[in-house]
């Protein structure tokens, strides 16, 4: 979504500024401005479009000053413009903000403002936000901006500066993420670490309610009552290397190959060494508080949905529980069947997505246990939630998830075991085979990479096809689905997943000749079903493309092409069978031409309804 970038400090702020919001245009966005404090007046400059639409503009002349702010916005209230584009002003052009997330009262906010006397310029929420403080300045910048903060509701990271107050940015997050980064003599802001990584590695991550003063020299967090916050640094990992593309030649791919080493280290820490057992250090669990849970619910979007339903089939099939899966969007507002019995568990990579952040709260406000699974140290989903466990796949920067699909799944496999094993619904012997085929993963993920030839060809073959099927059943569907929906999302090709046994009922009327079909077929408890199912599309001459577990000789004997990959249990499948999915979505768009890491309309969080 939309990245905020501040710098305050005795160097040109526009040099940090852009290089920030350079470092945040994987949040996707659609416009771009700066500000900058120059004594006797605040520079703006805004431009819709990429950044290099307002590096144009900046050209020759460029502010000296030494405070200022900027801003990638994604549209939510007003289409992309100049006009709509962040940095916002007040009447007086003292008064200076940028925003991410919603003023949901803006619109009463803009009607009372009017009737005032001001004059609004935009179509966006946030341009209330500064006429608000020209209204209530009165020299106190900090009471004026908590006075703000108070008749403002709805989710925000805001960052203001005031002309008359040089030496002051002021910084306030609400439900959307923002950093201070601690520097000598200079201080940093942004809505994201890999923005001030190259300059610092202290930060502050704010919470909820804290608002953070920052000078050149100092960094004060108070409270939305003023009063003083005690804040721990949070020293980030992670190198700036993390965030850069390391020799592919974009984010997606590189992500791809780096899923063996972030299922390995996701795994690390919570297998015995022994192979005995699952560790969760985190949870804490006993059989006393899974008997207290009745019913548990998956909530998430997109992807991360995509895993949920994995993660439904293990819990299940291990521990027994009864799983339902929602997406975040629909169960925030079904008035969902939630008490204390209830556990919800939340996945998010990002840890800041707005439906989900939100079917979170609405699960605890009825009562529920929480845990999210989130891949983001300090995100808002993981301060929210009652517990976290923390994929640990790195940054995902890419906009279509990968590495972060396959943690979240053996996550999930794992927390699964982990219930198993205190419930005693798994034998031992069976948890010693299955973590012994689990510490194999990563290795066969890599085997999985190696050899993409045969997936670079077929996404040249059909790479131009406009309606791709995918087809499975069981968790061949479930990995189906988010197949489906990696192609959809970046080479824009029109993809459908469809439960191989539902075929006949409906959509069996769109497979004609040359349609492409993907066909998983790994779940050994329903193969002799998925077998009838390609040959209903080979008979309709359908081109099939088989994913099949290594040694199946079977399947190649009615399909066009098959894509294997190394043979474990059928568990654990899917975090192999999804990689040629991930690795066919990738060639397809690149034949495509397409961009890859930020594809249109979409964006890497989305922190916004
Ligand atoms: C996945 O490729 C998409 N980028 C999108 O569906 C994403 O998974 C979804 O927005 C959820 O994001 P989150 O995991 O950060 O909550």
């Known amino acids: 979504m939309c990245g905020i970038v501040g710098y305050i ?17 994987y949040r996707g966005y659609d416009s771009a401005g700066i500000a900058v404090n120059c004594g006797v007046n605040i520079f703006v400059e805004k431009a819709v479009g990429r950044l290099d639409a307002l590096k144009e503009k900046l050209k020759n002349r460029e502010p000296e000053g030494t405070v200022g702010i900027g801003h990638t916005r994604w549209a939510t209230h007003g289409r992309p413009s100049d006009l709509n584009a962040h940095p916002h002003t007040d009447c007086t052009g003292k008064f200076v903000v940028v925003h991410n997330g919603i003023i949901e009262n803006y619109m009463s906010l803009k009607e009372d403002l009017i009737s005032r006397g001001h004059k609004f310029i935009s179509e966006t929420d946030t341009e209330v936000v500064p006429h608000l403080l020209e209204e209530v300045y009165k020299g106190d910048f900090i009471g004026a901006v908590r006075e703000v903060l108070n008749k403002i509701e709805g989710s925000y990271s805001l960052v203001f500066m005031s002309k008359d107050n040089p030496e002051t940015l002021i910084c306030a997050k609400q439900d959307n993420p923002l950093v201070v980064g601690l520097g000598k003599g200079e201080n940093f802001i ?95 669990w006993d059989k006393n508080f899974l008997d207290s849970i009745n019913k548990i619910y998956i909530v998430a979007c997109g992807t991360a949905y995509h895993a949920g339903l994995v993660g439904k089939f293990y819990i299940e099939k291990l521990a027994r529980k009864l799983v339902e899966v929602d997406l975040a969007s629909e169960y925030r507002y079904r008035d969902p069947i939630v008490d204390e019995k209830t556990l919800v568990i939340v996945i998010s990579q990002s840890g800041e997505t707005s439906d989900t952040l939100a079917a979170l709260k609405e699960s605890k406000r009825l009562g529920a246990k929480t845990l999210a699974v989130t891949n983001v140290v300090g995100s808002s989903i993981a301060r929210e939630a009652d517990q976290v466990v923390y994929t640990w796949a790195g940054p995902e920067i890419a906009v279509a998830s990968t590495k972060a699909y396959t943690t979240q799944l053996i996550l999930m496999f794992m927390l699964a075991l982990y219930m198993a094993q205190i419930q005693k619904t798994v034998s031992p012997e069976r948890t010693r085979e299955l973590i012994e085929l689990l510490k194999k993963i990563p290795a066969q993920i890599s085997e999985t990479l190696s050899d993409v030839d045969p997936i670079k060809t077929f996404a040249r073959q059909y790479g131009f096809n406009e309606d791709v099927f995918y087809i499975g059943r069981s968790l061949d569907y479930d990995v189906a689905l988010e ?13 459908e997943a469809y439960a191989s046994g539902e075929l006949k009922h409906g959509t069996l009327a769109l497979i004609v000749e040359g349609v492409p079909v993907i066909a998983l077929a790994t779940q050994k408890s329903v193969y002799e079903k998925t077998l009838s199912n390609i040959k209903e599309v080979k008979a309709r001459d359908a081109v099939v493309i088989g994913i099949a577990a290594a040694g199946d000789t079977e399947l190649e004997k009615y399909l066009d092409h098959v894509i294997f990959v190394p043979e474990t249990d059928e568990l654990l499948i899917p975090l192999l069978t999804v990689v040629p999915l991930q690795l066919l979505a990738y060639y397809a768009a690149i034949t495509r031409g397409c961009d890859v890491d930020k594809p249109r309309n979409l964006a890497k969080s989305v922190t916004v309804e």
């Open 9 to 25: 400090g005795d160097k040109k702020a526009v040099e940090f500024l852009l290089e920030g919001l350079t470092k945040l245009e």
């Open 190 to 284: 942004a809505s994201d670490i890999p923005a001030i990584i190259s300059k610092t590695r202290d930060t502050y991550i704010l919470n909820d309610g804290e608002i953070a003063i920052v000078k050149k020299d100092s960094v004060k967090i108070i409270n939305r009552r003023g009063e003083d916050v005690q804040k721990k640094v949070f020293r980030v990992t992670w190198n700036a290397e993390a965030a850069e593309k390391g020799g592919y030649e974009h984010f997606m791919l590189k992500e791809i190959h780096e899923q063996p080493k972030a299922v390995r280290d996701t795994m690390s820490e919570r297998v015995l060494k022994d192979g005995s057992a699952i560790v969760m250090e985190e949870l804490h």
């Open 483 to 495: 197949g489906a929906l990696k192609l959809k999302e970046i080479s824009y090709i029109h993809a």
